[in-house]
């Protein structure tokens, strides 16, 4: 049979075991409570250190990938190095060339810096010419609003004095037919597809077609022989056997009238033939 002072100890040993406040109630009796609160802080630290560990590990895992990739890497910097190497020979190889070029591109930039001055000197006179080009432009505006209405009055104008020398040209080339020629004709004007003849009658055999005009130049002679054609393919009821072909103006260029004369066309004005009538 066991001792009384055999299963106290049990008991007590027990307690000290699951009892924590008891446990340092007794060590404090003993003087050990410091003790036992370093060594709970001690077992905590160890813990957080354990941890450390771990995370240190594992970081030194990644570290040997990253020195694995780093020596992958260097393998293909040293194959690399020998292409490196080749391209600085033709690197040394250019350098004198550049050179070349650099000794002529300070050159031309100490010709640049002497050309400036110049060019500053020909923006002053070019500001100041601006200057007076926007102190002139409000005359312009005003000589231009008045030069319009000068247009606008000399378009009327000359629609005026076409429409008269188309008309004084019907009477003019009529007196000339009736009294050269003793043929009476109405002259009017006629249009066939986008082309107006200014001049055109037609009397038993004898037809009439000509063009009135202010100014008389070649242009205008070969035009109406154009017509003249037109007539040709488009109309040619409206001519006749015997065609009179014949311009009336106020004045004439020299080439116009040589030109008259080889195509047969009978210019006048008003009082005199510029050009004879040509036999028909």
């Not at 060019?119 to 010419?129: D, H, T, Y």
């Not at 986008?194 to 063009?211: K, P, T």
Request: glycine fraction near 8%; aromatic fraction near 4%.
């Amino acid at each position: 049979m066991p001792r009384a002072g055999s299963s106290l100890r049990a008991q007590l040993l027990d307690l000290l075991d699951r009892d924590k406040e008891f446990r340092y109630a007794v060590a404090g009796k003993l003087g050990l409570s410091e003790i036992l609160e370093r060594l709970d802080r001690n077992e905590e630290a160890i813990r957080r250190l354990w941890e450390e560990v771990r995370a240190l590990r594992e970081g030194q895992e990644k570290l040997w990938g990253e020195v694995k990739a780093l020596r992958e890497g260097q393998e293909k910097l040293a194959q690399g190095q020998e292409k490196l190497w080749e391209n600085y020979e033709k690197l040394s190889q250019g350098q004198e060339k550049l050179w070349g070029e650099v000794k002529a591109l300070r050159e031309g930039q100490e010709k640049l810096a002497q050309g400036q001055e110049k060019l500053w000197g020909e923006v002053k006179a070019l500001r100041e010419g601006q200057e007076k080009l926007a102190q002139g432009q409000e005359k312009l505006w005003e000589n231009y609003e008045k030069l319009a209405r000068d247009m606008h009055d000399v378009k009327s104008t000359l629609n005026r004095l076409t429409a008269t020398e188309e008309e004084e040209s019907r009477e003019v080339v009529s007196y000339r037919l009736r009294n050269d020629m003793g043929i009476s004709m109405e002259l009017s004007n006629l249009r066939i597809d986008d082309r107006e003849i200014d001049l055109y009658g037609a009397s038993g055999d004898i037809c009439v077609v000509g063009e009135a005009t202010v100014r008389l130049g070649k242009g205008l002679v070969e035009e109406l022989d154009e017509k003249v054609e037109l007539m040709r393919r488009a109309r040619p009821d409206l001519l006749r056997p015997r065609l009179v072909k014949v311009i009336y103006t106020l004045t004439a260029t020299p080439e116009a009238l040589d030109e008259a004369k080889k195509r047969g066309v009978w210019v006048l004005k008003i009082d005199r033939d510029l050009v004879p009538r040509p036999s028909v």
